[in-house]
């Protein structure tokens, strides 16, 4: 039986924030999470914004967790090394009739603490964003919002956590848990003091498996395009469409690598696996995105995908002691993961006032970011090449990345165990041509690197082998 | 390493291995070519099927038969090459940057350039296909070189997408290698690949090819579990009620190749937005002097033989350039499109650097049948040529005598006419 004080439930953005902020106290901790690797759920599909923090109501979770995390965010890059970029956002008013509506959010904003906040009118506008549609009068500019990879920012606070002595368990999914004497009893074979749930869409299901007041998690759809970098470059800010009756808008933004991305549509799904896109979300998310690009090269687009969000029911996250020891962060939809280090704070702060722990006397905040040769000088380049010739051997093309980065994604404290887990974190196969040319290759580096046989080699989960059996196995 | 050559090749592939050749017998010593892969050749490596070579050689050869003559030329030629060496930069002064784990960072000027990196396949995000996102979806060439170079399956039950060369090949080898092929859908109402291969391919096998079809979902969490397909009308919309689902483990995309000129792009290449490759006159040469393009970089190819005797002309032509110097173009004529004609390569001709005879190739956007190929200069026909059939899969050429055109010459025009 092994014994934790806090076993946390989910590998998410929120749980691997958890992680990290239990990581720096003398605790001994534990993440199970369902699927092999580290952001397989909602924190793989999003819009990756590093959002300001205005939009939510004064005095909620929301309204005070986003603004704290947007600060941890700006801090945390550069110790943490993910892919951040603080581009700013502009909330595009294009109706002189929704005005006042914009004015109301810049208050609330003002309301939340956002700093820099300020309205622009329609020529400074057109001189921010070039290619805007004319139709755009004025708009709200956050200079503190801005894009993150949302995969290397959950994988590098879960690999800090894990380089700092939290254990993870991946393939666990948490089954049964059972009240004991000193707090809860897991799958039958984990043992807590305290347990936090962090399970995403899956999150109403534990916690009502404990609590006495229930409560409900809705599946909402995103559906986006993702453009080639060549397209990267007509929008430099996130790009938000005023809210109106006629509904919420998409956004329009370049990402943390420079590729351009619309979406997303928000359609209530029936099950919580409805991760498909489909042709009317599509269209609708072209159509809407029109608005404020009446030009998107679509003739670029080079993926379309669709996530979805965890709605909790009453409009809030979800996040306190809801039963003796047992510790939700449910609920967290958007602002989610800009919030997630403030979340992890919160509920930190939650297990040291129950255990007392002291701090741990080893943590290393700093983790290593991986090399990214797109953004080494030649000379650096030069010199790495020296020290590691995998550094100079290509293998994904399109976003020129090198084996010793795909073997380094492969060997960290957390591996990328899958062609999905290499992509998250060093890029191969994310580029125009969707791993078309690298994935073989890279199949062999993860088999070679993780001592897996070639032909088990998956996209992203244990059922997802990517070879079926040799040449004219089953020719009778 | 040097930092100086007369001629860079960029790309070890058919193109490449030509040009070279062609440089070399035409006098040019100091060549090198770069090339990505770990060997020579590029695609026709994975190209185990026959019926290359029939053009050049007269025989029928596999792909890494056909290659394997070039390389052999190559090295009998003592031309160096570069190999795992991925160029990352090219300028319009022709400063060539490459990376490899041999010889680090290099940046190499060179006198001439001959581009010749290929082309790729449209992945399935470019064609927004619903559904989800499991493993089992492949482009063909992808599968190809799962199946002959590793010896792997990619799947069991497939259905493919598209109708371009590569998908009906792979239709053919998959089921030869045992798995089920159930169908091939092509988006439009004529396939993209050569008659020989749909005969050769599909219909020697049963294997059904639905014109007019797409993908209109793809079901599956972990690995595809079904692909559903259906009808498209006039503006390729599907018609609702006219869905069939397949059960099946992979979907191959043969959605079209699409020239890579990312590098060209950076030396301020002029790309065409039809042939999506660069926009070269009689020379082969690109609108930056001394740099010159062919194979699937300069506009996609159906038969490798017609490649390697445009590159040999690049490389013959980049070779005059270094050692002789070409006049600097003085007066292009542009060759107008008319009718089904989508685009023709070379683009523009000056008369003063022309040879005798100039082979011009070009795609129709639609099936004609029984129609004709014209040619008019300054209004007078000079070719009139019935053809049995044109499909847009299969390239289409004409020879362009010097003789027509004079410095005065303002238009040439290549148009069809139907029956």
């Given at each position: 039986m092994e014994k934790f004080d806090v076993l946390i439930a989910g590998g998410g953005v929120t749980g691997a924030a958890i992680a990290w902020q239990l990581a720096r106290l003398d605790l001994k901790v534990a993440l199970l999470e369902?699927?092999?690797?580290?952001?397989?759920?909602?924190t793989k599909a999003n819009s990756g914004i590093v959002h300001a923090g205005y939009d939510a109501m004064p005095g909620t979770l929301k309204a005070r967790l986003n603004v704290r995390g947007n600060e941890m965010i700006h801090e945390m890059a550069d110790v943490l090394n993910f892919d951040f970029n603080n581009t700013g956002s502009l909330v595009i008013?294009?109706?002189?009739?929704?005005r006042p509506a914009l004015e109301e959010l810049y208050q609330r904003g003002l309301s939340n603490h956002v700093p820099g906040l300020r309205i622009v009118e329609k020529e400074e506008l057109h001189e921010m964003?070039?290619?805007?549609?004319?139709?755009?009068?004025c708009a709200l500019y956050a200079p503190t919002a801005g894009v993150v990879d949302p995969f290397t920012l959950a994988i590098s606070m879960a690999e800090n956590a894990a380089d700092n002595g939290v254990e993870f368990f991946f393939n666990?999914?948490?089954e049964t848990i059972e009240k004991t004497e000193t707090g809860w009893l897991v799958n039958g074979e984990f043992e807590t003091k305290l347990f936090v749930n962090?399970?995403?869409?899956e999150a109403d299901d534990l916690h009502n498996m404990v609590c006495e007041e229930k409560i409900h998690i809705r599946p909402r759809r995103g559906e986006y395009f993702l453009f080639d970098k060549d397209a990267?470059?007509?929008?430099?800010h996130v790009l938000f469409q005023q809210p109106t009756a006629a509904g919420k808008g998409v956004l329009i933004t370049p990402t943390a690598h420079g590729n351009l991305m619309i979406g997303p549509t928000a359609d209530f799904t029936?099950?919580?696996?409805?991760?498909n896109t489909t042709a009317e979300g599509l269209a609708q998310v072209r159509e809407k995105a029109s608005m404020t690009i009446?030009?998107?090269?679509?003739?670029?687009?080079?993926t379309s995908f669709a996530g979805l969000r965890a709605v909790p029911e009453g409009g809030d996250f979800i996040i306190g002691?809801?039963?003796?020891g047992f510790i939700d962060a449910a609920g967290?939809?958007?602002p989610g993961l800009t919030s997630a280090p403030a979340i992890g704070e919160m509920v930190a702060e939650i297990i040291i006032s129950k255990l007392h722990p002291g701090p741990n006397?080893?943590?290393?905040?700093e983790r290593r970011g991986f090399v990214?040769?797109?953004?080494?000088?030649r000379e650096e380049w030069k010199v790495l090449i020296e020290q590691d010739?995998?550094?100079?051997?290509?293998?994904?093309r399109c976003e020129k990345v090198t084996e010793g980065s795909i073997k380094d994604a492969c060997s960290?404290?957390?591996?990328?165990?899958?062609l999905d887990g290499v992509k998250r974190r060093v890029?191969?196969?994310?580029?125009?041509?969707?791993?078309?040319?690298c994935s073989p290759r890279t199949m062999e580096i993860i088999s070679e690197t993780l001592n897996i046989p070639f032909d088990e080699v998956?996209?992203?989960?244990?059922?997802?082998?990517i070879i079926t059996g040799r040449n004219k196995e089953d020719i009778q | 390493m040097e930092n100086h050559k007369q001629l860079v090749i960029i790309g070890g592939g058919p193109a490449g291995l030509a040009a070279a050749a062609a440089a070399k017998k035409a006098g040019l010593d100091d060549i090198l070519i770069l090339e990505?892969?770990?060997?020579?050749?590029g695609i026709l490596n994975q190209c185990i099927h026959n019926g290359f070579?029939?053009?050049?050689?007269k025989e029928e050869l596999t792909g890494p038969e056909y290659a394997s003559r070039f390389i052999d030329q190559v090295n009998e030629l003592e031309i160096p090459y570069r190999l795992n060496s991925m160029v990352l930069d090219v300028d319009k002064d022709k400063n060539v940057t490459y990376v490899s784990s041999e010889d680090g960072l290099q940046t190499i000027n060179a006198d001439a350039i001959v581009l010749a990196m290929g082309c790729r396949e449209r992945p399935r995000g470019a064609l927004s296909i619903p559904g989800t996102r499991p493993?089992?979806?492949?482009?063909a060439g992808t599968a190809q070189k799962l199946t002959n170079?590793?010896?792997?399956?990619?799947?069991r039950e497939v259905v493919i997408l598209g109708s371009g060369d590569i998908g009906l090949i792979m239709a053919r080898r998959m089921t030869l290698e045992g798995?089920?092929?159930h169908v091939v859908a092509e988006?439009?109402?004529?396939?993209?690949?050569?008659k020989r291969n749909i005969v050769q391919c599909l219909d020697d096998y049963d294997i059904p090819l639905k014109l007019s079809h797409t993908v209109t979902n793809i079901k599956g969490?972990?690995?595809?579990?079904s692909v559903t397909i259906a009808e498209v009308d006039e503006n390729r919309k599907p018609i609702p009620g006219t869905e069939i689902e397949y059960p099946c483990d992979t979907l191959l995309l043969s959605c079209g190749l699409i020239p890579e000129n990312e590098l060209s792009k950076e030396a301020d290449v002029e790309i065409s937005r039809?042939?999506?490759g660069p926009v070269v006159n009689e020379s082969l040469?690109?609108?930056?002097?001394g740099i010159f393009a062919c194979g699937n970089v300069l506009h996609v190819h159906d038969l490798v033989d017609f490649v390697s005797q445009e590159a040999a002309k690049a490389g013959e032509v980049a070779a005059r350039y270094v050692l002789e110097g070409i006049p600097e173009s003085e007066h292009e004529i542009d060759i107008k499109t008319g009718g089904?004609?989508?685009?023709?390569?070379?683009f523009k001709v000056d008369p003063n650097r022309m040879d005798e005879n100039t082979i011009v190739r070009f795609r129709v956007g639609n099936v004609l049948k029984g129609g004709f190929v014209n040619v008019y200069v300054d209004g007078e026909r000079k070719i009139h040529k019935k053809r049995m059939i044109m499909a847009p899969g299969e390239m289409e050429d004409i020879v362009l005598r010097?003789?027509?055109?004079?410095?005065?010459?303002k238009e040439i025009l290549v148009e069809t006419e139907a029956a």
């Amino acid at each position: 039986m092994e014994k934790f004080d806090v076993l946390i439930a989910g590998g998410g953005v929120t749980g691997a924030a958890i992680a990290w902020q239990l990581a720096r106290l003398d605790l001994k901790v534990a993440l199970l999470e369902k699927e092999e690797d580290i952001s397989e759920g909602t924190t793989k599909a999003n819009s990756g914004i590093v959002h300001a923090g205005y939009d939510a109501m004064p005095g909620t979770l929301k309204a005070r967790l986003n603004v704290r995390g947007n600060e941890m965010i700006h801090e945390m890059a550069d110790v943490l090394n993910f892919d951040f970029n603080n581009t700013g956002s502009l909330v595009i008013c294009f109706d002189e009739e929704h005005r006042p509506a914009l004015e109301e959010l810049y208050q609330r904003g003002l309301s939340n603490h956002v700093p820099g906040l300020r309205i622009v009118e329609k020529e400074e506008l057109h001189e921010m964003e070039p290619e805007l549609s004319d139709q755009a009068v004025c708009a709200l500019y956050a200079p503190t919002a801005g894009v993150v990879d949302p995969f290397t920012l959950a994988i590098s606070m879960a690999e800090n956590a894990a380089d700092n002595g939290v254990e993870f368990f991946f393939n666990t999914p948490v089954e049964t848990i059972e009240k004991t004497e000193t707090g809860w009893l897991v799958n039958g074979e984990f043992e807590t003091k305290l347990f936090v749930n962090a399970a995403g869409l899956e999150a109403d299901d534990l916690h009502n498996m404990v609590c006495e007041e229930k409560i409900h998690i809705r599946p909402r759809r995103g559906e986006y395009f993702l453009f080639d970098k060549d397209a990267g470059k007509m929008a430099s800010h996130v790009l938000f469409q005023q809210p109106t009756a006629a509904g919420k808008g998409v956004l329009i933004t370049p990402t943390a690598h420079g590729n351009l991305m619309i979406g997303p549509t928000a359609d209530f799904t029936e099950t919580k696996e409805d991760i498909n896109t489909t042709a009317e979300g599509l269209a609708q998310v072209r159509e809407k995105a029109s608005m404020t690009i009446d030009h998107l090269p679509f003739n670029q687009v080079i993926t379309s995908f669709a996530g979805l969000r965890a709605v909790p029911e009453g409009g809030d996250f979800i996040i306190g002691e809801n039963a003796d020891g047992f510790i939700d962060a449910a609920g967290i939809e958007s602002p989610g993961l800009t919030s997630a280090p403030a979340i992890g704070e919160m509920v930190a702060e939650i297990i040291i006032s129950k255990l007392h722990p002291g701090p741990n006397e080893n943590y290393k905040p700093e983790r290593r970011g991986f090399v990214n040769v797109n953004d080494l000088s030649r000379e650096e380049w030069k010199v790495l090449i020296e020290q590691d010739p995998a550094y100079g051997q290509m293998v994904c093309r399109c976003e020129k990345v090198t084996e010793g980065s795909i073997k380094d994604a492969c060997s960290r404290s957390i591996p990328a165990r899958s062609l999905d887990g290499v992509k998250r974190r060093v890029r191969a196969g994310m580029g125009r041509c969707q791993s078309g040319f690298c994935s073989p290759r890279t199949m062999e580096i993860i088999s070679e690197t993780l001592n897996i046989p070639f032909d088990e080699v998956t996209k992203s989960t244990k059922g997802s082998k990517i070879i079926t059996g040799r040449n004219k196995e089953d020719i009778q | 390493m040097e930092n100086h050559k007369q001629l860079v090749i960029i790309g070890g592939g058919p193109a490449g291995l030509a040009a070279a050749a062609a440089a070399k017998k035409a006098g040019l010593d100091d060549i090198l070519i770069l090339e990505r892969d770990s060997q020579l050749g590029g695609i026709l490596n994975q190209c185990i099927h026959n019926g290359f070579g029939l053009h050049t050689f007269k025989e029928e050869l596999t792909g890494p038969e056909y290659a394997s003559r070039f390389i052999d030329q190559v090295n009998e030629l003592e031309i160096p090459y570069r190999l795992n060496s991925m160029v990352l930069d090219v300028d319009k002064d022709k400063n060539v940057t490459y990376v490899s784990s041999e010889d680090g960072l290099q940046t190499i000027n060179a006198d001439a350039i001959v581009l010749a990196m290929g082309c790729r396949e449209r992945p399935r995000g470019a064609l927004s296909i619903p559904g989800t996102r499991p493993a089992g979806i492949y482009s063909a060439g992808t599968a190809q070189k799962l199946t002959n170079i590793d010896g792997e399956m990619p799947g069991r039950e497939v259905v493919i997408l598209g109708s371009g060369d590569i998908g009906l090949i792979m239709a053919r080898r998959m089921t030869l290698e045992g798995a089920k092929v159930h169908v091939v859908a092509e988006l439009m109402p004529y396939s993209g690949g050569l008659k020989r291969n749909i005969v050769q391919c599909l219909d020697d096998y049963d294997i059904p090819l639905k014109l007019s079809h797409t993908v209109t979902n793809i079901k599956g969490r972990e690995r595809v579990e079904s692909v559903t397909i259906a009808e498209v009308d006039e503006n390729r919309k599907p018609i609702p009620g006219t869905e069939i689902e397949y059960p099946c483990d992979t979907l191959l995309l043969s959605c079209g190749l699409i020239p890579e000129n990312e590098l060209s792009k950076e030396a301020d290449v002029e790309i065409s937005r039809i042939t999506n490759g660069p926009v070269v006159n009689e020379s082969l040469e690109t609108n930056v002097p001394g740099i010159f393009a062919c194979g699937n970089v300069l506009h996609v190819h159906d038969l490798v033989d017609f490649v390697s005797q445009e590159a040999a002309k690049a490389g013959e032509v980049a070779a005059r350039y270094v050692l002789e110097g070409i006049p600097e173009s003085e007066h292009e004529i542009d060759i107008k499109t008319g009718g089904l004609v989508r685009y023709t390569v070379p683009f523009k001709v000056d008369p003063n650097r022309m040879d005798e005879n100039t082979i011009v190739r070009f795609r129709v956007g639609n099936v004609l049948k029984g129609g004709f190929v014209n040619v008019y200069v300054d209004g007078e026909r000079k070719i009139h040529k019935k053809r049995m059939i044109m499909a847009p899969g299969e390239m289409e050429d004409i020879v362009l005598r010097k003789e027509w055109i004079t410095p005065e010459t303002k238009e040439i025009l290549v148009e069809t006419e139907a029956a």
